[in-house]
C-alpha cells in the first residue's frame, strides 16, 4: 500500500504526568493519528497531527445508532531501550472481523500497523520506563454521516489515540471475587458478542456495577441462550485449571477471540500443558471445585495479561479457588507474556515487534 | 423543576429545504437543545443555542462503550395553525427506562418535555407544512468523560436537534416485502433490547443489509432464545391479525416498546377490536397463512406510524398476506392516528400536546 502519512508536528507539547501515578486511559500524548473513509474514495489522507478535539455534527451517526469499533494494544519499552509491540497484526485482523460485523469496510491490515508504529514513533517520549507501565494503544473507527435513517454510513473516521498507562499490578497479583452474572446477559449468538464494538461494553456496564456493589470485581457471563455456558469475564477470556487440563470457552460467535487467549493457549501448549477449547458450564466448574479438581482460574486481556479468579458467587453458592491464591500456571503464563513483552525474556514465538 | 433555559439565537439562520423533497433526517434546523450533566452537580445548563458541531475529546467514552440512549418523535402543523406534539412524555418515560438500563442519571421528564416544547417554538418556522411532513424531534444523550476505562460516565451531555421530514408515503401506502431473519438476532432477554441505545441499532445493520440485497425491505426479527418468536420488524413493533384477533409480540424485555405500539393497542380496544399481547411464533403465523386466517400483518412506529406487510420471507417459504394489499384495520389506524396527529380527527384519547 503506497499512502502517505503526513505528519504535523504540535507546537504545544503538553506536559508529561507522573509515572508513578498514570491511572488507566486518563493522559493521552501529544499526537494522534486519523484516516477518513469516503464511500467511492475508500480510506484515505491518513496524518498524525496534534491530539486534539473532533468536531462533529450533532447528527453525526456513531452518536445515535453506535456504528464503531475499537482496538487495545500495548507498546513497551523494552529493557534495552526499544520500543516493542505484542502481536499488532492481530489486532488489525481483529479490526476488521469487527467491521465486516458492523458493515464498516475493512482497513488495509499492513498500513495499519505501520500507522502504529509511526505513532508510537512520533510519540516514543511518552512511553513511560517504569516497571509494569507501558503506553497504550487506542485504534479505532466511528461511523461519521450526519444523517439519522439507520443504515450503514457512507464516511468514517480511523483514529490512533495513545495513553501512557501505569502498571496493572502495583502491589502484586491479587485474585479477584467475581460474581456469576444470573440476571444480565453480554450478548447471544447471531448478536455482535465477537467484535469489538460500543454496543457489547454499553450492555455490560449495569451487570459490571451491580455486582460492584454487591462487594465483587466483575461478572463471570453465561450464554445468553441457556445461561449455563462460561463465556468471559469482565472484559477478558477466561481459563480453568481442572485436574491438570487447561479449559477455556471456545469461539462461537458470542466471545471475543482475546489475543491474550490465543498467546496463553500457544505458549502453554508450548510448555506441555493441555489445553481445550470447547464449551464448559458452570455446573461442571462447581462440580469440580466439590470434588477437589478445581486448580485454578484466570481471565486474560490486554490491560491485566492474566488477573487470577480468587472466588465466584454463583447464585448464593460461594467457592474459593486455590486458596484465594494465584496458582501455578497462572503466575507462569503472567510472567512469561510480560516478561516477552518487556524484553526480558527471549521470545520464541514471534510476538514482538520493534518499532 | 425550576431550570432556566437560556436561549440564543442564530445570527446565520440557514435556508430551509425544499419542502416538497425533505427526506428523512437529512436536514437540520438552526437551533438545538444541550444540558450537561455532571456527577455531583446534576443536570445543569440547559441552553438553545445555534445548531453547530459538538466538540469532543477522542477519547469521550461514547465513541468507545457506546453509553449513549435517544428518542424519536415528531411535532405536526395542524390544519389551523397549531403545533402539535405527539405524547411527547410517553418518549421522556422511555428515556428513563432505557437510561435506567445504560447506568445513565435520569431525566426530570416534565422538564424534558418543556424544553421539547421549547425548541420546537425557537424553530417553529421549520415545521414542513404539506400532507404528511412533520418536524421529527431527536432527543439523545451521550456520555462524555474523556477517559478509557470501562465504567459508567461521570459527565453527559442531552441534546435535542430538530429535522424537518417529507411524507413517508409520498405514493400511497405499499406493503413491505419482509425477510424474517434466521441467521442474526438483535437482542436476547438479559440485554438492552428494550432500551433505545445505539448498541441495538448498530446490531442491526448487517442483518438489514442483507436482506435488502435480498430484495427485501426489512427483517421480522426472531427471540435470540429460540428462533421461533416473533419480536419486531426492523425498528418497528409488529402486529398480526388472525382470524379477526389482532396479535402483538409481549413485552418481555427484548422488545422496545413503541408508542405508536401503546396508541394502536388502545385505538383498536376502542374500536372493538379484541387485540391481544403475547408470544406469537412464526409457525403459528405460517400456520394460519395456509388455514387462510391470517388477514394482516403491519409495523407501527413513528416514522411511518403504519407499515404494511405484505410478504414474507421464511427460510425460503414466501408468503403473501392480503394479496399484498392494505387491510382493513391497517388502513383504519393508521388514518385515524395520522388523522389526530394533523388535528384533523378530533382526539379522545388525550394524546394531543399543543405547543
Ligand atoms: C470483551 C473482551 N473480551 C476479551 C478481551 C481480551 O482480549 P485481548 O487479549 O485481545 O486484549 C477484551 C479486550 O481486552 C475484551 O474487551
Ligand atoms: C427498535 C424499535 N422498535 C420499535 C420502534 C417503534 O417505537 P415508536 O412507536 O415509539 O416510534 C422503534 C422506534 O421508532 C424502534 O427503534
Do not use: A, M
Given at each position: 500500500m503506497s499512502y502517505q502519512i503526513t505528519i504535523e508536528k504540535t507546537k504545544n507539547p503538553k506536559q508529561k504526568p507522573d509515572e508513578h501515578n498514570l491511572?488507566?486511559?486518563?493522559h493521552f500524548t501529544d499526537h494522534m493519528f486519523t484516516m477518513d473513509y469516503t464511500e467511492g474514495k475508500?480510506?484515505?489522507?491518513p496524518k498524525i497531527i496534534p491530539y486534539s478535539p473532533l468536531s462533529l455534527?450533532?447528527?453525526?451517526m456513531v452518536f445515535h445508532y453506535g456504528q464503531a469499533i475499537f482496538e487495545g494494544l500495548k507498546a513497551y519499552k523494552s529493557v534495552n531501550g526499544d520500543i516493542l509491540l505484542f502481536r499488532p497484526r492481530k489486532n488489525m485482523e481483529r479490526v476488521n472481523i469487527s467491521n465486516e460485523r458492523l458493515c464498516i469496510p475493512p482497513i488495509d491490515v499492513d498500513f495499519a500497523v505501520e500507522a502504529i508504529k509511526t505513532i508510537v514513533r512520533v510519540d516514543?517520549?511518552?512511553?513511560?520506563?517504569?516497571?509494569?507501565t507501558s503506553l497504550y494503544i487506542r485504534p479505532f473507527i466511528i461511523s461519521t454521516d450526519p444523517?439519522?435513517?439507520?443504515r450503514p454510513s457512507n464516511t468514517y473516521k480511523f483514529l490512533i489515540i495513545l495513553s501512557p498507562v501505569g502498571a496493572y499490578y502495583k502491589e502484586g497479583i491479587n485474585p479477584v471475587k467475581i460474581y456469576v452474572e444470573?440476571?444480565?446477559?453480554?450478548t447471544v449468538k447471531g448478536?455482535?458478542?465477537y467484535a469489538k464494538t460500543p454496543g457489547n461494553y454499553a450492555a455490560s456496564l449495569k451487570a459490571q456495577m451491580e455486582a460492584k456493589e454487591k462487594g465483587y470485581t466483575q461478572v463471570l457471563w453465561l450464554d445468553g441462550?441457556?445461561?449455563?455456558y462460561v463465556e468471559e469475564v469482565g472484559t477478558m477470556n477466561v481459563f480453568f485449571k481442572i485436574n491438570g487440563e487447561v479449559i477455556t470457552p471456545s469461539?462461537?460467535?458470542?466471545?471475543l477471540a482475546g489475543i491474550t487467549r490465543d498467546s496463553t493457549i500457544e505458549l502453554l501448549k508450548s510448555m506441555g500443558v493441555k489445553v481445550t477449547e470447547r464449551r464448559i458450564s458452570i455446573e461442571e466448574i462447581y462440580e469440580a471445585h466439590e470434588k477437589g479438581t478445581l486448580e485454578e482460574a484466570f481471565g486474560t486481556g490486554t490491560a491485566a495479561v492474566i488477573s487470577p479468579i480468587g472466588e465466584l458467587n454463583w447464585n448464593g453458592k460461594i467457592i474459593q479457588i486455590n486458596d484465594g491464591k494465584i496458582g501455578e500456571i497462572s503466575s507462569k503464563v503472567y510472567d512469561t507474556i510480560t516478561g516477552i513483552q518487556s524484553g526480558k525474556i527471549e521470545d520464541p514465538f514471534g510476538w514482538i515487534v520493534k518499532v
Open positions: 491511572g488507566f486511559g486518563i475508500g480510506w484515505h489522507d455534527d450533532p447528527s453525526c516514543q517520549d511518552w512511553i513511560p520506563k517504569s516497571e509494569g444523517y439519522l435513517g439507520v444470573n440476571k444480565y446477559v453480554r448478536g455482535i458478542g441462550i441457556e445461561r449455563k469461539l462461537e460467535g458470542t466471545i
